[in-house]
């Protein structure tokens, strides 16, 4: 089993900035792909971002790229998303992921087995 908690979260105005964090615990060398989702209310959930944790090898949604980094700390346990520019339509509960074997595109959550509970980001003036 692995357990995920992200903090960092928050209200921010838009074109500011967050770092989430996702602080990985239990059976970690079992993972192979970390990623960070996002749902936002009404809508379906979507990925944002993923770092493999073999190659270290990133992928971005095309709403989040440029603005968005996705990081992992191995010592540390530690993913992070660093969101820069921030706008509204990225308000959304944003959760971290992990998965052992990735059969499908990253970006498809059904696949990952390990989730958090979840950290709001509001981007409002």
């Known amino acids: 089993q692995v357990q995920l908690a992200e903090s960092g979260g928050g209200w921010v105005h838009p074109g500011g900035s967050l770092r989430l964090s996702c602080a990985a615990s239990?059976?970690?060398?079992?993972?192979?792909?970390w990623g960070w989702f996002r749902q936002a209310p009404g809508k379906k959930r979507e990925g944002v971002s993923s770092i493999s944790g073999r190659d270290g090898d990133t992928y971005y949604a095309d709403s989040v790229q440029g603005r968005f980094s996705i990081s992992r700390d191995s010592a540390r346990n530690v993913v992070y998303l660093q969101m820069n520019n921030l706008k509204r339509e990225d308000t959304a509960r944003y959760y971290c992921?992990?998965?052992?074997?990735?059969?499908?595109?990253?970006?498809?959550?059904?696949?990952?087995?390990?989730w958090g509970q979840g950290i709001q980001v509001t981007v409002s003036s």
């Open positions: 992921a992990a998965v052992s074997t990735l059969g499908l595109s990253w970006y498809e959550g059904m696949q990952y087995d390990y």
């Open positions: 239990g059976k970690i060398r079992s993972v192979s792909v």
